[in-house]
């Protein structure tokens, strides 16, 4: 799931300042989940944004907003709308935001801020899980992202700065290299630790990346 939050409404009112009329967007995934851009925040938005003078012509949550194909379609139901509009704000990822921006002619405006990849550990609770590296490490840690987890992206190991199980760069957090011990100990797999693992190739890192599966 890409996590996001939204942005302070001083910093999007600041954005659309000389902007009179707005549509705003939002995402039935993600942003939904995380409670940064579904009818609920569209809504709250949309009550500020009215009492600060500004006129909203119209929203939509998009199912989902980085479908470009499915966003090009039902952006069509905004069109009178869009015709009038001085901005559109997009509570959505930033990739969302970004294909928002490519099938409409207004100025598009993030309203919220993309932070990691992560997973719900309940609700209203995420954890940064995956960094999108493109070389992943998962099937020799037990589960656990060294990329991800470990703040210096180490892949053969800890720092030696950990002290009682906690990480050196934020001792808030569990060092992930005794994390994966654990967990390789518990499954009888401590020999997945003998070999030693290659320079991460950062090629695979370039971006932007593109995949086509046809």
Same mark, same amino acid.
């Given at each position: 799931? +890409? /996590?996001?939050?939204? =942005?302070? &409404?001083?910093?999007?009112?600041?954005? +659309? =300042?000389? %902007?009179?009329?707005? *549509?705003?967007?939002?995402?039935?995934?993600?942003?939904?989940? %995380?409670?940064?851009?579904?009818?609920?925040?569209? $809504?709250?938005?949309?009550? &500020?944004?009215?009492?600060?003078?500004?006129?909203?012509?119209? !929203?939509?949550?998009?199912?989902? #907003?980085?479908?470009?194909?499915?966003?090009? =379609?039902?952006? @069509?139901?905004?069109?009178?709308?869009? @015709?009038?509009?001085?901005?559109? +704000?997009?509570?959505?990822?930033?990739?969302?935001?970004?294909? *928002? #921006?490519? *099938?409409?002619?207004?100025?598009? !405006?993030?309203?919220?801020?993309?932070?990691? &990849?992560?997973?719900?550990?309940?609700?209203?609770?995420?954890?940064?899980?995956?960094?999108?590296?493109?070389? %992943?490490? $998962?099937?020799?840690?037990?589960? &656990?992202?060294? +990329?991800?987890?470990?703040?210096?992206? $180490?892949?053969?190991?800890?720092?030696?700065?950990?002290?009682?199980?906690?990480?050196? *760069?934020?001792?808030?957090?569990?060092? #992930?290299?005794?994390? /994966?011990?654990?967990?390789?100990?518990?499954?009888?797999?401590?020999?997945?630790?003998?070999?030693? =693992?290659?320079?991460?190739? !950062?090629?695979?890192?370039?971006?932007?990346? @593109?995949?086509? /599966?046809?």
């Amino acid at each position: 799931m +890409i /996590i996001s939050e939204q =942005k302070p &409404i001083e910093e999007i009112l600041e954005s +659309i =300042k000389d %902007c009179k009329k707005v *549509v705003i967007t939002g995402c039935s995934l993600c942003a939904t989940t %995380c409670k940064s851009g579904g009818e609920e925040e569209i $809504l709250k938005l949309k009550e &500020i944004l009215e009492e600060q003078g500004k006129e909203v012509l119209g !929203y939509k949550v998009l199912d989902p #907003a980085c479908n470009y194909l499915k966003v090009r =379609k039902d952006m @069509k139901k905004l069109k009178s709308e869009l @015709k009038e509009a001085d901005a559109l +704000i997009s509570l959505s990822c930033g990739d969302g935001t970004q294909t *928002v #921006a490519k *099938v409409v002619k207004v100025p598009v !405006y993030p309203g919220t801020n993309t932070l990691f &990849i992560g997973e719900i550990e309940r609700v209203g609770k995420f954890e940064e899980a995956c960094r999108a590296c493109g070389d %992943c490490q $998962l099937a020799w840690t037990g589960g &656990i992202c060294p +990329i991800t987890k470990c703040p210096k992206s $180490l892949i053969n190991g800890p720092c030696g700065g950990a002290m009682d199980g906690k990480c050196e *760069v934020n001792s808030d957090n569990d060092c #992930a290299w005794v994390m /994966i011990y654990e967990k390789l100990k518990e499954m009888d797999k401590l020999e997945n630790l003998e070999e030693v =693992k290659p320079p991460t190739d !950062y090629q695979k890192w370039v971006h932007p990346s @593109k995949v086509s /599966i046809r």
